[in-house]
């Protein structure tokens, strides 16, 4: 008798019933009737519509000429608003008849607000636009006027809240801008003549060429009205942005920082420059701080004065000697040309003015340069921004002591 077959393991089975599997599910999928698909329902739901109605406003239209306006009194203004803020002149009587309101004084000459400076009424400052205007007319030079408060700026508040018992704090705080009065309208229009336009022209790019010009002048009239308004080129592109500065007519109106006032008569008895905060601080025979101008100072500290010196002369439209020797990567050091002279003008290397100092080689002057006043670029010398070293020059005489701290 043979001895029975061994039982198998249950996964032996799968060898046959898988193979079985799959014929039946084919079969399955043969035999399945015809014609049978699977449909989508949707059900229709009905919402409700909702209809939203606006409100409609009347205007009376009249066509009754305004009557006589009386005279303003005492305190009056013709200046009123239309509906969506734009200022209007007109006389009180025809304001009420057309529904404008009056203007508010304490928004009157708001950056960009078209104002008659002629109606303007002494206020407190504002904006940070009106903290530099009002810092600038005082003679604490926020450096280029651009609507925004940075360290300059804040270097002048703090002489200006030194002057008047304030915390010093740099910051335009409520107590400061209280103080900090605007007597006259901050922005105002002013028109492109002619000769202003014939005033510009190119700058040439080698010391050589630039010897040879006339007058080192501005070029353009976008630099030139900057300058003369104290203010950055890209505040007045901002400010006016409907202005093609380069190519602008005669006749052209734009808005510039009212900056053009004269400055009282100052007699400089101590001018201080504060090598680590780069400022140049004037002081009257009382030791009041009269004037803070942002400066500029030499990239190398061995060629920093430091120490009492005086000023030894003072030169309005001065010319500039280039010396080869300063610039050894220039074609003229190259060439060895010798040194040239740059005739005056606001693109001249010193600016507009010059003023010696006692140590030989060194003085303040202006620079063509404005943006770049409060850097550490000269070679030695003291660099101011033109408008400022303009100022300085009607402060200071030969003689007038020059303290330079590290």
Known sequence: MFPPEPEKPWWYHLIWALPCMAATAMLGYWLKKPGVREVEVIKEVKVTETIYRTNTIQVPVTSNAPAQARPLQTGETNQFLASRGVPVVTNRTAASQLGLTQVNPGQQDAPGFEVDSGAFRARAVQTDFEVQVA?????????????FSGPQTQSALMVFQQ?????????ADAATKAKLLLKEAALVTRTITTNELAQVQPLAESWTAKAEQESLAYES??????????????????????VVWNQLTAGTQVKVPHTAIKLPAVQAALVHIQLGARTLDVYDVSTNIVARFPCSIATKVEKRPVGNLTITAIAEKANYTFDPTNYPNSPEAQSRSGKLILPPGPNNPVGTTWLSLSQEGFGIHGTPDPEKVGR???????????????RLARMVRVGTPVRVDP
């Open 135 to 147: 810092l600038d007319r005082l003679g604490y030079s926020p450096g280029s006027i651009d609507g």
């Open 163 to 171: 002057r008047n018992g304030l915390p010093i704090t740099g910051q």
């Open 221 to 242: 009239i976008l630099e030139m009205i900057a300058e003369q308004h104290h203010c950055s080129p890209r505040y007045l592109m901002r400010v006016n942005p409907t």
């Open 376 to 390: 550490t670029t000269s070679l030695g010398c003291f660099r101011l921004s033109n408008w400022n070293a303009q």
